[in-house]
Each structure stands twice: as structure tokens, then as C-alpha cells.
């Protein structure tokens, strides 16, 4: 990215407050006048002087001279307060503004973006989550910098040149000469940090993703005795960004040495030039005061320059992979336009095919179709596609070759919000917001009342436990176990009322009361909808009134549980296995001992 179109990008967001803009350029402009003020004045107070001494005038006819002098520099002084004053409160009201306008519209930006954005391998919540906090703070530190330091230090800079041509063209022209060399000096110095700055920051953004994950493994790190090779991990990245940064701290210690050099050069050079036109009766004395401070006032911005250079070096990197996050037009989820009366539910896929953005092909040629009103069971091995599979009927990715139909129109073609509406998702960990209960299950319909929230709850059977806490449905979710989260997400579906349900394994991760009563809640919502299930539990697909089997990315079978088995394969080898790891027999002998088991529809509203 260039600066220029860094201005070009950031432009849009300084917009609304061009007022700021304007006034902070115009304190500029005045600033910049000012600040020559200061060698002006002391050029005439070394002349008046040496012409008081040369004159043999007595001192109290010195002192009208002391006294404009005096109430010049305290006048400016004040005016530079000010002006400085304005410069800074203007610069920080657009960098807080700009950052604030920033800060939101990436949020909103990325809400937008379909799934597969967040699954590539850049996009790990730590490593987004560095980009953007420091695409922020690096921008909006730039902006501010360029208002209260750059502006204000290069215009002072070209008002300094033009009264040095101005007041002798050979002194002007030395100044002229030496500004490109220490130019030159700092652009090589800035491009050798440039390569190392892209290293710091993905060194950072590691570390910082490097850290997320120790805190979600933490248990298994800790169980395995694993802390010394986290630990090492983290070192190492740690040694590589140390590295970097003492890398670029000689670089730069170099270089400054360097250009301190050559502006002590250039003040000899003008202090000799104007020794010689001041021996020769071309100038007052004073002069040399008023080229040294003019020539300090042209380099001060370059001194900075490697410093400045360095910011919006920082900028440009930042603000690239900030802006590509911003403006990755092409990640934003497509939609089309279709929304009918009312979505009946019935699904027809032709030859599709599916990769993932990583290259992973998860779907080959499947063919299916998914009747509406009843429960179609996706059965298949870990990592067989259904979960992929249900991605793509959720619209959350489109297939890469073949169609998928709903209610005999391209799915494409509906409008993705309309759709969603009309689909319910219950996936094994169902995510639970913080806040409270209420809010949870309100996140299926903001807008439903009270009695219908209760009402949702009951049906999910999870009424009663919610209020056997002691603020009922104004208690925290996070305080629910892992079965009464999942009731709480089925809730929010009851509350949705979608005619279509997908169903991933809701119950793969709950204990065997929980998943009864989840069964129980879900029996009673499946009636009069389209029901799509992935599950591994016999009891959930065995009576699905239609089971596609997948293998590796392929339907294989499918048929009813009895047609399916008939056919000797991957169902059948499925089906054999899990009943064995049930232990029929064992279970059988047990119930009928004991006379167990017949309660299992018990109704818990009761
Ligand atoms: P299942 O639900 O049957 O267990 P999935 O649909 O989750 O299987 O996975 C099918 C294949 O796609 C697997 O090979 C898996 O590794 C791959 N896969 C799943 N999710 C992603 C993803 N986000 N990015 C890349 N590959 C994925």
C-alpha cells in the first residue's frame, strides 16, 4: 500500500469531520509562520546590538530595543500556545472520531463476511483480532501525527527554505542541497526496517494467537505435563521477535549517526558561507543567527523523518492487512432476492461438489433428495462430509460444482436472511452467550414475549430447572451445564419456529439423562418440518424415515434403516459396530431383571 492510497482509504472516515480538518490546516499554516518568528527576531537583536556597540550608545538607550524584542517573542510565545493548543485538541478529536468510526465499521464489515473467511488459515480470531486493534491504533495514530507533527513540522520546513533563498540564494541553495542527501539517507534506512517491521508484526500477531491457545488447551496442556514445550514454544517466538527489534535498533543507531552528521556538515557549511559574506560587508552579523535557526526549523522535520517514516511505515502495513479485512469485497456473504410465501422444505442436490478454502475436498457428486415433513438421517464416519453437507444447505458455503434446490429453486438464488429465518440449527455445542437466560433463548425471536419465551422453554423441557435458580430467567447462562445449554439452544428453535431443522449431533457431548430429555424436546419439534439429522447415537437414525449413508465425501447408501442394512456396506458395518459397543444383550438381560427402561418418555413438564 501507498500513502497515497492510505489517504485514499481513510479518507471516506475524515469526511464527517472535515470542519476539524480544515480548521487543524489552517492552525497549520499560521503555526508555520510563527515558528520562523523566533530567528527573525534574533537576527535583529544581534544587529541592533552590534549597532548600539558599534554607535557607543549607552545601555538605557538599548532598552526600547529589549522591550519590542521582549514583548515580541512573549506575543508569539502565547500565539504558539495556542495555536499548539488548537492543533492538539483538533488532532486528537479527529483521531478519537476516525478510530471510533474504524473500530465500528470493520465490526460490522466482518459480520457480513461469509464462513469461509473465518476458516482461512489467516483469519484465527487472534491473529484478526491483532489486525484489526493495530490497523486501528496504528491508522488513527498516523492521522494524528500528521495533524499535530508532520503538517505542522514540513510547512514550518518550507517557510524556513523559502526565508533562507529569501535572505541569500547561495544559503538557501546549501540547505537545498543537503535536505536530499539526508532525505536519501532516511529512505534507505526506512526500507531496510521495512522487511523487519512485516516480521514484527506476524511475530506479534503469533505470540498473541499463541496465547489464546494455551488458554483453551490449558487442561490438556496441564494433564499431559505439557508446560515446558508451550513454554518453548513461546520462547522461541519470543527470541524471534527480540531479534527483529535488536536488529532494527542497530539499524537505526546507524543511520541517525549517520544523518546527525550531515547536519552538523550543513551547519558548518552555512556558518563558514556566512562568515564570508558578513567579512565581506554583504551582510549583518545577525544573519548567522537568522540561517542557523532557519536551517534548524528545514531539518527538524527530517530529523524526525526516520521516526515519522517509521510510523507511517507501520501504517501502510498495518492499514494493508487492515483494509484487506475492511474492503475484502469478495467475502461478503452473497445473497439473492428469492423469498417465497412460505419455504415447504424439500431439498434436491445434483452432482454437487465441494472444497474447502484450505483445498480440502469434503464432498464429491453428491446426489440426494430431502423431502419435506420428515426426518432424513445423514449417517457416515468422522470427517464422511456431514457437517459440510449441512454447511451447504445453511448456505454458509456454496458448492463448487453441481446444484442445490430448495423447494425447486437454486438455493443461490434465495435471499440468505430470508433463509435463515427459516432454517434452525442445533449443533453439538451450542454457543451460549454471556448474559442471562432470557437473552439467551430471546436470541431465536428478539422480539417474542415473555409467555412465549416460557413457553419455548417448556417445551424444550428446560422450564422447571431454569427456575430452581434463584433469579429464575435473569440468571447467568454460563452457569447451565453443558445439557441445559443445549436444551437453552433448542429453546431459542422452538422459539424460532423454522420449517426447517438441522440437527448435528446435539447430543454428542451430554450424559445419558440429558440426552433422553434433549431426544424428548426435539421428538416433539421434528413433527410437520423438514428434519435433517447427523447423529451417532442408533436410537436417533434408526427411525429417520430416510438415511443417507457417506463415505469419504460420497453418499453410498441410502434407503430406510431396513433398506440401508439389506445392502451389506458401510451401514451395515455402522450400525453392527455401534450395537455392539451397546452390548445388546447385556442391556437386555439387565432391563428385564430389573424392569427398567419403560419410563423413558416421561414427560418432565409434569
Ligand atoms: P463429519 O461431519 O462427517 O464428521 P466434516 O463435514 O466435518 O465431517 O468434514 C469433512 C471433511 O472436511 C474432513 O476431511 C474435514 O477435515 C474437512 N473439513 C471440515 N471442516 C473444514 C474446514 N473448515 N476447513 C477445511 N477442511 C474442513
Redesign the pocket.
Given at each position: 500500500m501507498t500513502l497515497l492510497q492510505l489517504f485514499k482509504s481513510v479518507a471516506p472516515y475524515a469526511r464527517p469531520y472535515k470542519w476539524l480538518v480544515v480548521a487543524a490546516l489552517a492552525l497549520t499554516l499560521v503555526g508555520s509562520i510563527t515558528a520562523q518568528v523566533n530567528a527573525y527576531v534574533l537576527q535583529f537583536t544581534v544587529n541592533s546590538i552590534a549597532q548600539l556597540l558599534e554607535d557607543q550608545k549607552q545601555l538605557s538607550e538599548g532598552l526600547f530595543i529589549i522591550a519590542i524584542i521582549t514583548a515580541i517573542l512573549l506575543g508569539k510565545e502565547a500565539l504558539s500556545i495556542l495555536i499548539t493548543f488548537g492543533q492538539k485538541s483538533f488532532g486528537e478529536k479527529i483521531r478519537i472520531f476516525v478510530s471510533r468510526d474504524l473500530a465500528q465499521q470493520v465490526i460490522e464489515r466482518v459480520l457480513t463476511y461469509r464462513l469461509a473467511f473465518f476458516?482461512e488459515d489467516d483469519s484465527g480470531s487472534g491473529k484478526l483480532q491483532a489486525r484489526i486493534d493495530q490497523g486501528v491504533s496504528s491508522l488513527t495514530r498516523t492521522i494524528q501525527s500528521f495533524f499535530i507533527e508532520i503538517f505542522p513540522l514540513f510547512a514550518s520546513a518550507i517557510v524556513a527554505l523559502i526565508g533562507m533563498l529569501n535572505a541569500n540564494i547561495y544559503v538557501g541553495l546549501v540547505a537545498l542541497c543537503i535536505v536530499p542527501v539526508y532525505f536519501f539517507i532516511s529512505l534507505q534506512q526506512a526500507k531496510r526496517l521495512k522487511g523487519w517491521r512485516r516480521e514484527i508484526r506476524s511475530n506479534r500477531e503469533n505470540r498473541s494467537g499463541g496465547i489464546i491457545n494455551i488458554l483453551e488447551s490449558i487442561t490438556v496442556i496441564k494433564s499431559f505435563n505439557r508446560e515446558d514445550i508451550e513454554a518453548k514454544k513461546q520462547q522461541d517466538l519470543q527470541i524471534a521477535l527480540t531479534e527483529t527489534q535488536m536488529k532494527t535498533r542497530s539499524t537505526n543507531f546507524k543511520y541517525d549517526g549517520l544523518k546527525t552528521f550531515i547536519e552538523q556538515f550543513g551547519v558548518v557549511v552555512i556558518i563558514i558561507l556566512t562568515a564570508y559574506l558578513v567579512l565581506t560587508g554583504q551582510m549583518q552579523i545577525g544573519a548567522i543567527m537568522l540561517h542557523i535557526l532557519l536551517f534548524n526549523n528545514v531539518t527538524a522535520p527530517i530529523r524526525q523523518l526516520h521516526r515519522i517514516y517509521g510510523e507511517v511505515n507501520d501504517a501502510l502495513i498495518y492499514a494493508e492487512g487492515f483494509f484487506d479485512i475492511l474492503n475484502a469485497e469478495e467475502q461478503v456473504e452473497q445473497s439473492g432476492e428469492y423469498r417465497p410465501e412460505k419455504i415447504s422444505g424439500k431439498f434436491e442436490l445434483r452432482g454437487v461438489d465441494f472444497t474447502?478454502p484450505?483445498g480440502?475436498q469434503?464432498l464429491f457428486n453428491i446426489d440426494m433428495t430431502i423431502q419435506p415433513d420428515r426426518i432424513t438421517a445423514l449417517v457416515?464416519l468422522?470427517?464422511?462430509?456431514?457437517?459440510?453437507l449441512i454447511n451447504l444447505l445453511d448456505k454458509f458455503y456454496e458448492p463448487d460444482g453441481g446444484e442445490i434446490l430448495l423447494d425447486g429453486v437454486p438455493l443461490h438464488d434465495f435471499d440468505t436472511h430470508y433463509l435463515r429465518e427459516n432454517i434452525g440449527l442445533v449443533l453439538q455445542k451450542n454457543h451460549i452467550f454471556s448474559g442471562t437466560i432470557a437473552e439467551n433463548i430471546l436470541y431465536g425471536k428478539p422480539d417474542a414475549s415473555y409467555e412465549e419465551m416460557v413457553d419455548a422453554a417448556r417445551q424444550a423441557y428446560i422450564h422447571d430447572e431454569i427456575m430452581k435458580h434463584a433469579q429464575g430467567y435473569e440468571s447467568s447462562a454460563l452457569a447451565l451445564s453443558g445439557g441445559q445449554q443445549q436444551r437453552i439452544a433448542i429453546a431459542r428453535l422452538f422459539l424460532k419456529k423454522p420449517p426447517i431443522i438441522f440437527l448435528d449431533e446435539p447430543t454428542a457431548s451430554l450424559d445419558a439423562v440429558a440426552t433422553e430429555q434433549i431426544k424428548n424436546s426435539l421428538d416433539a419439534i421434528k413433527k410437520g418440518r423438514t428434519v435433517i439429522m447427523?447423529s451417532h447415537s442408533i436410537s436417533q437414525y434408526v427411525d429417520a424415515e430416510m438415511i443417507y449413508v457417506?463415505k469419504e465425501g460420497r453418499v453410498v447408501e441410502h434407503g430406510t434403516h431396513e433398506d440401508a442394512y439389506r445392502q451389506g456396506g458401510t451401514y451395515k458395518e455402522i450400525f453392527d459396530a455401534a450395537a455392539r459397543s451397546l452390548n445388546v444383550e447385556k442391556i437386555n438381560n439387565t432391563i428385564s431383571e430389573g424392569g427398567g427402561a419403560s419410563a423413558s418418555g416421561a414427560d418432565p413438564r409434569r
Amino acid at each position: 500500500m501507498t500513502l497515497l492510497q492510505l489517504f485514499k482509504s481513510v479518507a471516506p472516515y475524515a469526511r464527517p469531520y472535515k470542519w476539524l480538518v480544515v480548521a487543524a490546516l489552517a492552525l497549520t499554516l499560521v503555526g508555520s509562520i510563527t515558528a520562523q518568528v523566533n530567528a527573525y527576531v534574533l537576527q535583529f537583536t544581534v544587529n541592533s546590538i552590534a549597532q548600539l556597540l558599534e554607535d557607543q550608545k549607552q545601555l538605557s538607550e538599548g532598552l526600547f530595543i529589549i522591550a519590542i524584542i521582549t514583548a515580541i517573542l512573549l506575543g508569539k510565545e502565547a500565539l504558539s500556545i495556542l495555536i499548539t493548543f488548537g492543533q492538539k485538541s483538533f488532532g486528537e478529536k479527529i483521531r478519537i472520531f476516525v478510530s471510533r468510526d474504524l473500530a465500528q465499521q470493520v465490526i460490522e464489515r466482518v459480520l457480513t463476511y461469509r464462513l469461509a473467511f473465518f476458516s482461512e488459515d489467516d483469519s484465527g480470531s487472534g491473529k484478526l483480532q491483532a489486525r484489526i486493534d493495530q490497523g486501528v491504533s496504528s491508522l488513527t495514530r498516523t492521522i494524528q501525527s500528521f495533524f499535530i507533527e508532520i503538517f505542522p513540522l514540513f510547512a514550518s520546513a518550507i517557510v524556513a527554505l523559502i526565508g533562507m533563498l529569501n535572505a541569500n540564494i547561495y544559503v538557501g541553495l546549501v540547505a537545498l542541497c543537503i535536505v536530499p542527501v539526508y532525505f536519501f539517507i532516511s529512505l534507505q534506512q526506512a526500507k531496510r526496517l521495512k522487511g523487519w517491521r512485516r516480521e514484527i508484526r506476524s511475530n506479534r500477531e503469533n505470540r498473541s494467537g499463541g496465547i489464546i491457545n494455551i488458554l483453551e488447551s490449558i487442561t490438556v496442556i496441564k494433564s499431559f505435563n505439557r508446560e515446558d514445550i508451550e513454554a518453548k514454544k513461546q520462547q522461541d517466538l519470543q527470541i524471534a521477535l527480540t531479534e527483529t527489534q535488536m536488529k532494527t535498533r542497530s539499524t537505526n543507531f546507524k543511520y541517525d549517526g549517520l544523518k546527525t552528521f550531515i547536519e552538523q556538515f550543513g551547519v558548518v557549511v552555512i556558518i563558514i558561507l556566512t562568515a564570508y559574506l558578513v567579512l565581506t560587508g554583504q551582510m549583518q552579523i545577525g544573519a548567522i543567527m537568522l540561517h542557523i535557526l532557519l536551517f534548524n526549523n528545514v531539518t527538524a522535520p527530517i530529523r524526525q523523518l526516520h521516526r515519522i517514516y517509521g510510523e507511517v511505515n507501520d501504517a501502510l502495513i498495518y492499514a494493508e492487512g487492515f483494509f484487506d479485512i475492511l474492503n475484502a469485497e469478495e467475502q461478503v456473504e452473497q445473497s439473492g432476492e428469492y423469498r417465497p410465501e412460505k419455504i415447504s422444505g424439500k431439498f434436491e442436490l445434483r452432482g454437487v461438489d465441494f472444497t474447502y478454502p484450505n483445498g480440502t475436498q469434503a464432498l464429491f457428486n453428491i446426489d440426494m433428495t430431502i423431502q419435506p415433513d420428515r426426518i432424513t438421517a445423514l449417517v457416515g464416519l468422522s470427517g464422511a462430509g456431514k457437517s459440510t453437507l449441512i454447511n451447504l444447505l445453511d448456505k454458509f458455503y456454496e458448492p463448487d460444482g453441481g446444484e442445490i434446490l430448495l423447494d425447486g429453486v437454486p438455493l443461490h438464488d434465495f435471499d440468505t436472511h430470508y433463509l435463515r429465518e427459516n432454517i434452525g440449527l442445533v449443533l453439538q455445542k451450542n454457543h451460549i452467550f454471556s448474559g442471562t437466560i432470557a437473552e439467551n433463548i430471546l436470541y431465536g425471536k428478539p422480539d417474542a414475549s415473555y409467555e412465549e419465551m416460557v413457553d419455548a422453554a417448556r417445551q424444550a423441557y428446560i422450564h422447571d430447572e431454569i427456575m430452581k435458580h434463584a433469579q429464575g430467567y435473569e440468571s447467568s447462562a454460563l452457569a447451565l451445564s453443558g445439557g441445559q445449554q443445549q436444551r437453552i439452544a433448542i429453546a431459542r428453535l422452538f422459539l424460532k419456529k423454522p420449517p426447517i431443522i438441522f440437527l448435528d449431533e446435539p447430543t454428542a457431548s451430554l450424559d445419558a439423562v440429558a440426552t433422553e430429555q434433549i431426544k424428548n424436546s426435539l421428538d416433539a419439534i421434528k413433527k410437520g418440518r423438514t428434519v435433517i439429522m447427523v447423529s451417532h447415537s442408533i436410537s436417533q437414525y434408526v427411525d429417520a424415515e430416510m438415511i443417507y449413508v457417506l463415505k469419504e465425501g460420497r453418499v453410498v447408501e441410502h434407503g430406510t434403516h431396513e433398506d440401508a442394512y439389506r445392502q451389506g456396506g458401510t451401514y451395515k458395518e455402522i450400525f453392527d459396530a455401534a450395537a455392539r459397543s451397546l452390548n445388546v444383550e447385556k442391556i437386555n438381560n439387565t432391563i428385564s431383571e430389573g424392569g427398567g427402561a419403560s419410563a423413558s418418555g416421561a414427560d418432565p413438564r409434569r
